[in-house]
């Protein structure tokens, strides 16, 4: 069951005085119910547009959007949203206890639930130790932390994060990959637009490709092995790299025993790895160079260029 | 779950583990997790005390300095203005007299104060959102935006009228003496229904709503004396400007003018009403986004 639907979206903007710019053209997308789908896209790609046009912030100038069949702002007005944005930016005066407990008001939580609630997910969050410290004194990853924090105050049953990882240090990074992980349910649907490729790949079911206002293609990442994909791989080798270009002569040295080398088909990569270990060759690993999701990425990109 | 492709196909022992192991990760996460039906409390009615506490800590605490300075330059100056009426007149002024020249002070600072008031209150109540941008994250929660917006204008109509209240009661304790409560109260309603919902508006519609309002409200001036002289034009703009001068009807020598009170906070109830509703309607129509 799809829980928010695109149909034909189009956003054209038309500055007075201004040529016409078109941010988003017949856009068709599905986020079904139980599944965590990821919006990848280049700078300019028509993301951030999209997604206030989910939130009911902007109206499309063509299709129709809909969330569980309502238009966004009636679903929203009735039932919230958890949403997290790049850059959370609320009062700066607030402290962090306040702005949770503004948000958990307004999100309707219940009187009683919301000290209890606000404690869970500050010390979920690492922020108990911040809780009456204001808003415009916190790091660029405390703020972040607490943007997510005010997004997960109800179980709701759509939650839009846009770039959630902006400014987060690589170990709440990991970190969030643990929480997002845990906010999967059969009921919810989850849309996450983000730069990083390898982000999405981890936590999202499927991967639409947006650039210049398309849908290029929509990347199932459950289904799509790495063997498929174009076969640039990364070998890391221990000794006897001179042997090489004995197997592979097109390798380029990326540095620090790293080598990049091209194999057409998982049989040509076996057949080239078996000649150098046969020639002495230590290896020490073998993984591809680029994901699946990136060289799809790099694909749909570079189709439209 | 598995798939009836992969139900269908040969895979090998590791392959059907994965499988397995994910569908019972998946049955688990069924039961695990909890209803995402929990039960939820209206919030915007839960949210008045902190737009109530917003306008304390961000415009009444100013509104209130304000006052006291305007009541600490009347008390300074009452005297010798009592003198100078005495000298204007050529006469002593007996009791009723003073209390009549007392009353329309107090009646003229209370049009000052809800002329003032009213730009402070309700000054960017939109605007600053929008420029701040966490409209975003306040409406993704369940709630109206316009329903929003008019609970903040109504908190901040009540806390304008309460520092008047103040305002009026400090006044009587510094003079010691009783003053009017109820004809300044209400023009203070007055100003902050046409002055209060005409800034509301504007605040929907550009960034710097406040400016706009004085650049609206001086040109108010040379506009309705264009308007006196017969230019039709002047005359259907002042239209759209709220008719401050039916205010004239709260200040005691004006009494036998044409306005009456109930004229006066009628009309200027009514231009507040229409600015509100088109406020609403901008609300409604316009992107919330910057």
Known sequence: MSLIEFRGVGM???????????????????????????????????K??????????????????????????????????????ELIDIDPRWT???????????????????????????EKLGLGDLADRKFKHLSKGNKQRLGLAQALLREERVLILDEPTHGLDPLWLMRFRGIVAELRR?????????????????????????????????????????????SLWRLTIARGAEQLA??????????????????????????????????????????PAQSALELEFHDAVTEVA | MMSAEMRAGTYTAPELDDAFEQELQQMALEVSAPPLEE????????????????????????????ALVGLWIFH??????????????????DAEAERALFRTIVMGGSLLFGGLGSLISAAGIVSRDREGGHQKFLFA????????????????????????????????????????????????????????????LLSTLVRFDLAAALVLGLLSFPLRAMAERGHWWAVATSWLLPPLYKLEAFTPESRRHAYSIVDAIGSLATYGAAYVAIAVAALKKRSIMR
């Not at chain 1, 007075?16 to 700078?43: C, F, H």
């Open chain 2, 141 to 200: 929660k369940p709630v109206r935006i316009t329903k929003f917006y008019l609970q903040a204008f109504a908190v901040n109509g009540v806390g304008l009228l309460a520092c008047g209240l103040i305002t009026l009661l400090l006044t009587s304790l510094a003079f010691l003496r009783p003053v009017p409560i109820v004809e300044p109260l209400l023009a203070i309603g007055g100003m902050y229904a046409a002055v209060g919902g005409l800034v509301f």
């Open chain 1, 186 to 230: 059969p009921g919810r649907a989850i849309l996450i637009a983000s730069h990083n490729l390898e982000e999405l790949e981890r936590l999202c079911d499927r991967v639409a490709i947006l650039d210049r206002g398309r849908v290029q293609r929509v990347v199932d990442v459950t289904r799509v092995l790495p063997q498929t994909a174009e």
């Open chain 1, 48 to 85: 951030s547009t999209l997604i206030s046009i989910l939130l009911g912030y902007v109206r499309p100038t063509s299709g129709v959007v809909a969330i569980d069949e309502q238009d966004p702002r009636t679903y929203i007005a009735r039932n919230g949203i958890g949403y997290l944005s």
């Open chain 2, 39 to 66: 039960p939820r409390e209206p919030g915007l009615a839960r949210y008045l005390k902190f737009q109530a506490k917003d306008f304390v800590k961000h415009r009444g605490v100013a509104i209130l300095a304000i």
């Open chain 2, 76 to 93: 300074y100056n009452y005297i010798p203005e009592i003198v100078r009426d005495e000298v204007r007149h050529g006469r002593s002024l």
């Open chain 1, 12 to 46: 054209r903007y038309a500055p007075p005085l201004r040529r016409p710019v078109t941010a988003l053209d017949d856009v068709w997308l599905e986020v079904r119910a139980g599944e965590v789908l990821g919006i990848a896209g280049p700078n300019g790609a028509g």
């Open chain 1, 246 to 287: 004995h197997a592979f002569p097109d390798a380029a040295d990326l540095g620090r025993g790293d080598w990049a080398v091209h194999a057409e088909t998982l049989d040509a990569l076996n057949a080239g790895l078996a000649a150098l270990i046969a020639r002495g060759v230590l290896l020490a690993g073998v993984a």
């Open chain 1, 96 to 122: 962090v206890r306040e702005a949770l407990t503004r948000f958990a008001t307004l999100g309707g939580v219940l009187d009683a639930q919301i000290p209890l609630r606000i404690h869970q997910l500050m």
